[in-house]
């Protein structure tokens, strides 16, 4: 059964930066986007970012361009979002999620199958 489980949330001042990781097991990982998501209670999952591990074409929301960064190391099955120059608005609790064969509309919920449990993410402003 596949697997997607994330870690490296944290607290963090306004400003600072702060590294989440998603590790995916139990599927040939060439064949799926991996995408972050977030959500703050009340208030539906955002879409953050997205790497199609193919090719490595990356998504972002209009949110944090320029200020986040998603990669993949192939042969660990992990992709990492670094998160730089952090504010209160992106406190939330972060999920990755695993797509097979890609996604069209890579920021709705509906196109990835397999979700890890969440890393919470706390910016102090």
């Known amino acids: 059964e596949v697997h997607v489980a994330e870690s490296g949330g944290g607290w963090v001042q306004a400003g600072g930066s702060l590294r989440l990781s998603c590790e995916a097991s139990e599927l040939t990982f060439d064949d799926y986007a991996i995408g972050w998501f977030r959500q703050i209670p009340g208030k539906e999952r955002e879409g953050v970012s997205c790497i199609r591990i193919s090719d490595g074409r990356t998504y972002y929301a209009d949110s944090v361009k320029g200020r986040f960064t998603i990669s993949s190391d192939n042969a660990e099955n992990t992709v990492s979002l670094q998160m730089n120059n952090l504010n209160s608005d992106d406190t939330a609790l972060y999920y990755c999620?695993?797509?097979?064969?890609?996604?069209?509309?890579?920021?709705?919920?509906?196109?990835?199958?397999?979700w890890g449990q969440g890393t919470q993410v706390t910016v102090s402003s």
């Open positions: 999620a695993a797509a097979e064969g890609g996604v069209v509309n890579w920021f709705s919920e509906h196109e990835y199958e397999y």
